[in-house]
């Protein structure tokens, strides 16, 4: 079984920053099988549907939605199971539940519980 636990979601005020951060844990727990998933952050706001914001590759490439591209930054730390997403300049648009997900293949799909992110004034 395979767990992903996000955390940093918070209240921010426009322009502020937020780390959000997701440890892994089960069957994806080693640093060697953790390395072979492509990790990302997704996103879903109200009567939205689920968005991706950032991916990153086991070879630390990234890709990023338009609507983030120059404010936030994925990074993903191997030895600590772990993805990160560093949002700079926010705003109310940014306004959602942000999701962990790991994938390797169709079928070796995981989803975190999801961390609220707010920004308002």
């Known amino acids: 079984q395979v767990q992903l636990v996000e955390s940093g979601g918070d209240l921010v005020q426009p322009g502020g920053s937020l780390r959000l951060s997701c440890a892994a844990s089960?069957?994806?727990?080693?640093?060697?099988?953790?390395?072979?998933?492509?990790m990302g952050w997704y996103r879903q706001a109200p009567g939205k549907q689920r968005e991706l914001v950032a991916l990153i590759s086991r070879i630390t490439d990234t890709n990023y939605a338009d609507s983030v591209k120059g404010r936030f930054t994925i990074s993903r730390d191997n030895t600590k199971r772990a993805v990160y997403l560093q949002m700079n300049s926010l705003k109310p648009e940014d306004t959602a539940v942000y999701y962990c997900?790991?994938?390797?293949?169709?079928?070796?799909?995981?989803w975190g519980q999801g961390t609220q992110v707010t920004v308002s004034s």
């Open positions: 089960g069957s994806i727990s080693s640093t060697l099988i953790f390395s072979t998933y492509v």
């Open positions: 997900n790991a994938r390797r293949s169709t079928r070796d799909v995981y």
